[in-house]
């Protein structure tokens, strides 16, 4: 995978639009939504502890990070304002999130009408 290399040189917040600005050191820069970076959280709370485990998260759509915490020099916790905080956000799998942002969140849309639950407007 080509996300192994790459080093974000900037992450910053911006919470009124609850967007997430990181930008890589590849010149690279991807804006997550904190509904985003929530739903696919990589915890064992979202993720389940297995394929076909993942817990669909409902309700998120105004989500916000109250911190951002550095993980030695790999990873982010973020801690989200509806008290999840449990899950550690690699470089690898932040690079990941935006390369594959589209149709990630095609599929979170496709599960939630499945569930039959419609996201709440903004």
């Known amino acids: 995978m080509p996300y192994q290399k790459q080093l974000p040189t900037e992450i910053k917040l911006h919470s009124q639009s609850r967007i997430l600005d990181v930008t890589f050191d590849d010149g690279v820069n991807f ?67 935006g390369e594959e942002q589209e149709e990630r969140w095609q599929d979170y849309l496709q599960r939630l009408s499945q569930a039959g639950h419609q996201r709440s407007a903004h």
């Open 31 to 97: 804006r997550l939504p904190c509904e985003f970076l929530r739903v696919y959280s990589p915890s064992a709370a979202v993720r389940g502890h297995g394929p076909g485990q993942e817990v669909l998260q409902l309700n998120k759509e105004h989500v916000n990070i109250k911190a951002i915490e550095p993980v030695g020099m790999y990873a982010v916790k973020l801690v989200f304002d509806d008290g999840h905080d449990s899950g550690l956000y690699s470089w690898q799998y932040l690079y990941e999130l």
